[in-house]
């Protein structure tokens, strides 16, 4: 079916630029590039011009390079005849006057360097059949994708190369990973699936074009969203692998360091093979070893898969925090910060910023350690950051608290194991078994952690204080005394071992 | 018209009409010639202004003209007796002593020659000339339209180099421009020698009177008496008188936007360098692009060709009310843009073939013949 | 008060001096008969404060048609004038000063080609014949001296050596294309020799009389300061100061650098623009006696009749021009009495018709006596070059730049201080492709500018 005829299947002065035989030429005036071209005129002389229809695009010959004079004739009788565009040789005569006319005129005018003519012939070609040229602008897209290695460079590609579209690709959330968030909320939009590495949809490509597309430029824009998918799959899924394997890298690599570290704190010890795995991180990995440093750990609600998720959240930590390492450890991650000044403060607020910035697939919470120097001293730092982040699992997404903050409440946060959760939940078998059992196990225990004092405790929930006062009187109801002393202690335990599983 | 003679006191006017038909670009500093003329006419007391029907049809009689450099001519001014030389050597060629002289041109330094020349040899000054505004070449008249020969040409130059030259109209050209050049930047020149019944169909006549006429309207205004009223009012009547005088239209008028060596590959017959400017019409926003090679060629007006060659084109200076051209100008300055139709005979065929757009290598046709 | 400057005006018997330090500006003024009150009342302006410079405004002193003694004009040309026609000059100051008119063969053309060889044998003889007249100058004047002058330095050196009693001026110091008005320069120029050399001595006597470390200089009339020196051998180039140096003052007064300024006198308005700092000149304008001299002068155009009518002119004008306008008293000395009150009056008057980003500037002192002493040193070039490509017209013009920059520096610039102000190659007319007159004006600031 031939379709160059009609209007809308017409290539416009814009198209021609971006992937036609303009997009080589110096544009002098960019004014009106949304005209469509109908046909290509190659003139000599300017009467030519007058004979010129609507819609072309009017080339000067070498011959008609007489100085700026002729240009603005040509321009003027050009703009007379409703001409798409006018393209003159590089004529050093040419000057802002002229220009500014082009500009009133509201005419796109293009300067080419060498032979004109050449230039005329190929916008025949282009303008005769614009699937041809809009072909020639998918394949450049396509390779143009092979030669990009991550989602944000693919998508770039389009936004770049594909005149008049803004592409983004939207998680089915409708997260914006990467290129123009305005694109998925344009008038008039393009969409295709784009699947994750497993064959599922993984998200979507969503192309905004200016105006109701023409059915060929439409089909176009689909074929080049399309072409980008598999490359997009690929890169995705090699993006995970590589942040798997760096970060199981970066696992081992620890466990090293901190073998190292006290095989070297116990002068005693073994002859200590380990030596040379000391150096490996710092060569390998780039990490800093010396000096003082402050751990953080990262964990999440202990029923989601945190390994399922551990590539998502090892990327997002690289693409919020660049330039420290992730590392899998224990049930969480763990980095840390290292400097001459640095403070647990500077850490827990950074890591508080970070945790709101990152992208991450499941909820994280952090804790911090303390400061401290070297290898060994990291260690140390980790476990209490590990600690710390205990606690914080039951305040949600972006909770960060640190070891110091805590004191000795984190010891209460490590209980929670199997055993020590069947005990208490036969001790607190009637406050359990109360409607809102749960409840009332977490508001003990705030009420504990602030030994008692129902205004803390409700500013800690985040609910009333007559809230809690009515919740006291229920614990009350179910048997619990709040008030002995040697009950305490046991009370603050039992309600620790079963938070977890109540959050 | 009443038997008139140019004297002393004619002289301002005579120069700044002279400035005003040499369509800007070549009126530059040619007040020397005033001077000069001045002093002549002192000496020799008036010429004669006669029209060509006044004498008698046999009288042999040619045109007088320099050609070269207003600026070489104003650093070597002329010694006084070219005409001398020149009437002596075409006086041989008729076998008679000339009885009149005529302009080759009434503009430019050129409509001051004539009346020097008439002045030395004490003949008439007939009112008519060959080309009613400047042109770069010297055939490029209605003479050479009519069929008189320019040929043969006498030429002198300041250093009294003289040479009687017989060949055609184009190649005595070129031989006497290479001379010019070598021999002081510009020469004077005796030609088209004929009889003056040839100039009835030949000559554009009353050109000197005109010149006056424009002259004495210039020279009103530049004494700025107060009478003439001031700024926009006095400069508004002059525009008004001027175009009452000349037939002019006012195609524009504003600030010179951009002036500067143009680009364009000009025919190399012509001397000198060509200059393009863009003036920015005050009232209605258009740009007026003036082409310039020696005198202005030609004004397209945001684009499209407003006016070209063989009509005149004169650049007013808005601030001191006297004609001015590219030379005089800088970016800022504010002009208005005058164009005086050429005589009829440059509308014809073969008037506009040697004297139109096309005769300066722009490849145009003239507004004139459109539709034709 | 570090970097002090007075700025003197003398004429008719008078002087207006101007004190200008940092933002204080005094005045003083009176009888300038003698050197013993000149010097009194420039002490007195001082009070005591070191002065770095005085500039002089010497143009009333040196009035050709009362100063100027009568002086032999020698032109060379390749050819003798025929019965005397064209070398008569239609003005009577001209015509006075030129106690003796002769030619002789010689020059060169505009691109330093000689046209004749020069007949030293005619020129010795006429020149004695000067000397032997009763003539004490002689202007010499070649043609296509501005291509090269090589004609006029062997004249000229004949000449000294012959007659060493008689002043000679060559018209090639004094620049500028076209012989006649060269010529009048020239002419003027050696007429005014015995004056400017009693000028300049006695402003040095009474400038060094104020401390050792007290330069003088002269406002010359494209608004620019030249040295005592070069005031000597062109007192030409101090003539028509006083307009440049009212411009100069006015746009420092109103603390711009470019404007356009209607300069209020009691009996008119004359208009005038200045452009970085220096005012606009032109070189075919009438000078002294209504003679065209190829030296550059401000340009001043007049606008006579009533406040109000002057007021609507200048109003016109300032709405056309992109720069700031600025409207100045340029009588004589603040509370100069009715003629001043005039000038005040108007300049109220025109003010009051303009936009309100209009600077009315009612000077402290005498603006011209102001303008004197801010003066800075300029260089003024015209002439002909032939380049066949534009790398050769960028050559030549660099040389010729730098000779202006050269000029500046002689003229007490600050090292470094030079720049070109403006430089245009103009394309001649009917000349063969690539001949171009070139302008250059160059300025820089004073040595003692703090």
């Not at chain 1, 009133?104 to 614009?130: K, N």
């Not at chain 1, 606690?391 to 972006?398: F, K, M, N, P």
């Not at chain 2, 169909?201 to 009103?220: D, F, N």
């Not at chain 3, 009749?305 to 409207?327: I, R």
Request: overall charge negative; proline content about 6%; some cysteine.
């Amino acid at each position: 079916m031939k379709r160059a005829g009609r209007p809308a299947e017409q290539l416009t002065v814009d198209e021609l630029v971006r992937y036609g035989p303009l997009g080589h030429a110096e544009m002098l005036v960019g004014e009106n590039l949304a005209r469509p071209v109908s046909r290509v005129a190659l003139v000599s002389d300017l009467d030519q011009v007058r004979r010129c229809g609507p819609g072309t695009a009017v080339v000067l010959t070498g011959g008609l390079a007489l100085g700026a004079w002729a240009v603005e004739s040509a321009l003027r009788l050009a703009w007379e005849r409703s001409a798409a565009c006018l393209v003159c040789p590089a004529v050093t005569g040419l000057t802002q006057a002229s220009a500014q006319l082009a500009r009133r005129m509201r005419l796109p005018v293009f300067v080419v360097t060498g032979d004109t003519a050449a230039c005329a012939l190929e916008l025949a070609a282009a303008i005769a059949s614009p699937e041809a040229a809009r072909a020639r602008l998918a394949a450049r897209c396509a390779e143009l994708f092979a030669e990009r290695s991550n989602v944000r460079g693919i998508v770039g590609v389009i936004n770049s190369e594909v005149p008049g579209v803004l592409v983004a690709l939207v998680a089915p959330d409708g997260h914006v990973l990467a290129g123009q968030a305005s694109a998925d909320r344009a008038e008039h939009r393009i969409r295709v699936d784009v699947p994750g590495p497993d064959g599922r949809r993984w998200a979507e490509l969503v192309a905004a074009v200016a105006g109701p597309p023409s059915p060929t430029w439409g089909e176009t824009v689909r074929l080049i969203l399309r072409l980008a998918r598999a490359p997009l799959a690929a890169s995705v899924a090699r993006e995970r692998v590589d942040a798997v394997h760096d970060a199981e890298r970066g696992r081992v690599a620890l466990i090293a360091l901190f073998a190292a570290a006290r095989a070297a704190a116990e002068p005693a010890g073994q002859d200590s093979p380990g030596n040379g795995g000391r150096s490996m991180p710092e060569e390998v990995l780039g990490w800093r070893v010396e000096g003082r440093h402050v751990a953080v750990f990262l964990r999440s609600d202990t029923t989601l898969d945190s390994v399922t998720a551990s590539p998502g959240v090892v990327s997002a930590w690289q693409e919020a925090v660049q330039e420290l390492p992730l590392v899998p450890w224990d049930r969480g991650w763990a980095s840390w910060w290292t400097g001459d000044d640095i403070t647990v403060e500077q850490v827990v607020g950074t890591l508080r910023r970070n945790l709101a910035r990152m992208r991450s697939p499941i909820p994280l919470s952090g804790g911090v350690g303390r400061v401290a120097a070297g290898a060994e001293g990291l260690r140390e730092s980790l476990s209490q950051a590990v600690l710390a982040a205990g606690v914080t699992v039951r305040d949600g997404h972006g909770t960060v608290r640190s070891f110091d903050e805590l004191g000795y409440r984190v010891l209460l946060a490590s209980l929670s194991q199997p055993e020590l959760a069947d005990s208490a939940r036969v001790v607190l078998a009637d406050l359990l078994s109360a409607p809102d059992g749960p409840v009332l196990v977490t508001t003990l225990a705030a009420l504990l952690d602030c030994s008692g004092s129902t205004s803390q405790a409700a500013a800690q929930l985040g609910v009333h204080r007559n809230t809690v006062l009515g919740r006291v009187e229920r614990i009350r109801a179910r048997g619990v005394d709040l008030d002995r002393p040697d009950q305490r202690l046991a009370l603050h335990l039992a309600c620790y071992a079963l938070l977890p599983e109540l959050s | 018209m009443t038997a008139r003679s140019i004297t002393v006191a004619d002289v301002p006017a005579l120069l700044a009409g002279a400035e005003f038909f040499s369509t800007s670009a070549a009126g530059e500093g040619i007040e020397f010639a005033g001077v000069w003329l001045e002093d002549i006419l002192a000496h020799t007391g008036p010429v004669e202004l006669v029209a060509a029907d006044d004498l008698d049809p046999d009288t042999p009689c040619a045109a007088v003209g320099a050609m070269g450099s207003t600026v070489a001519m104003a650093e070597l001014p002329p010694s006084g007796d070219e005409p001398v030389v020149l009437a002596r050597s075409l006086a041989g060629r008729f076998g008679a002593p000339l009885g009149a002289v005529m302009p080759l041109n009434a503009a430019s330094v050129n409509a001051l020659h004539p009346v020097a020349a008439a002045a030395v040899l004490g003949l008439p000054l007939i009112d008519c000339d060959g080309m009613g505004r400047v042109f770069p070449l010297i055939h490029q008249t209605t003479y050479e339209l009519a069929g008189v020969s320019l040929s043969p040409l006498a030429v002198v130059s300041a250093g009294h180099d003289s040479l009687l030259l017989d060949t055609g109209s184009a190649r005595a050209e070129q031989i006497a421009r290479s001379m010019a050049q070598a021999a002081g930047g510009w020469l004077l020149c005796g030609m088209y020698p004929a009889r003056v019944a040839r100039l009835r169909e030949a000559a554009i006549h009353g050109s000197v009177s005109r010149v006056l006429e424009v002259g004495r309207v210039l020279c009103e205004h530049a004494s700025g008496d107060d009478r003439s009223g001031h700024g926009t009012a006095r400069h508004e009547r002059l525009l008004r008188e001027l175009t009452a005088a000349t037939g002019a239209a006012v195609l524009g008028g504003g600030r010179v936007v951009e002036i500067g060596p143009s680009v364009r590959q000009a025919g190399t017959v012509y001397p000198g360098n060509p200059v393009g400017m863009v003036v920015h019409d005050h009232d209605s926003g258009r740009l007026i692009r003036l082409e310039a090679h020696n005198e202005l060629v030609l004004a397209l007006s945001d684009g499209a060709l407003a006016a070209a060659v063989p009509d005149l084109l004169c650049l007013l200076d808005r601030s001191t009310l006297r004609m001015t051209g590219p030379e005089r100008l800088t970016a800022g300055d504010q002009v208005d843009v005058l164009c005086v139709p050429a005589a009829p005979v440059w509308h014809s065929v073969a008037g506009l073939a040697l004297g139109g757009p096309g005769a300066f290598g722009f490849p145009l046709r003239h507004p004139r013949e459109e539709g034709r | 008060m570090e970097g002090a400057r007075i700025g003197v005006r003398l004429a008719a018997g008078h002087a207006h001096a101007a004190l200008v330090a940092g933002g204080e500006v005094r005045q003083a003024a009176g009888r300038s008969a003698d050197d013993r009150a000149l010097s009194r009342l420039l002490r007195g302006l001082a009070q005591g404060t070191p002065v770095q410079s005085v500039t002089w405004d010497v143009s009333a002193e040196l009035d050709p048609a009362s100063a100027g003694s009568p002086v032999a004009a020698v032109r060379i040309l390749p050819r003798m004038p025929f019965r005397g026609l064209g070398s008569g000059h239609p003005s009577p100051l001209l015509r006075a000063l030129v106690g003796r008119q002769a030619a002789v063969i010689g020059g060169h053309d505009l691109f330093g080609v000689e046209l004749a060889m020069l007949d030293i044998y005619a020129l010795l003889r006429d020149a004695a014949e000067a000397e032997a007249q009763g003539l004490t100058a002689l202007a010499l004047t070649a043609t296509g001296a501005p291509g090269c002058h090589d004609h006029e330095l062997v004249a000229g050196e004949l000449i000294r050596d012959a007659l060493p009693q008689l002043r000679v001026s060559l018209s090639h110091q004094v620049g500028g294309l076209g012989l006649l008005d060269r010529e009048a320069a020239t002419v003027i120029n050696a007429a005014l020799l015995g004056r400017a050399e009693q000028v300049v001595e006695r402003c040095g006597r009474v400038a060094g009389g104020l401390g050792p470390l007290t330069s003088s200089w002269f406002v010359a009339g494209d608004g620019g300061r030249i040295s005592a020196e070069r005031l000597r051998l062109l007192p030409v180039l101090g003539l028509s100061a006083t307009g440049a140096a009212a411009l100069t003052g006015a746009a420092r007064l109103a603390g711009v650098d470019d404007a356009v300024v209607g300069l209020a006198r009691p009996d008119g308005l004359a208009v005038g623009h200045v452009r970085d700092g220096l005012p606009h000149v032109a070189t075919d304008l009438p000078g002294p006696g209504g003679v065209r001299m190829a030296v550059p002068q401000a340009a001043l155009t007049p606008i006579s009749g009533s406040a109000a009518a002057s007021a609507s002119a200048f109003a016109l004008l300032a709405e056309h021009d992109q720069h700031p306008a600025v409207v100045a008293v340029a009588g004589e000395a603040a509370g100069g009495g009715d003629h001043n009150r005039a000038a005040t009056d108007r300049a109220r008057a025109v003010a009051a018709r303009l936009p309100s980003a209009t600077v009315l500037v009612e000077p402290p002192a005498e603006l011209a006596a102001i303008g004197a002493a801010g003066t800075e040193p300029s260089a003024w070039l015209d002439t002909v070059l032939y380049a066949e490509t534009a790398e050769e017209l960028a050559r030549k013009r660099a040389v010729v730049e730098q000779r202006a920059l050269t000029l500046v520096a002689e003229s007490g610039a600050r090292l470094g201080s030079e720049r070109v102000v403006s430089s245009r190659a103009l394309s001649v007319s009917f000349l063969r492709s690539g001949s171009y007159r070139l302008v250059v004006r160059a300025g820089g600031r004073a040595e003692d500018d703090a």
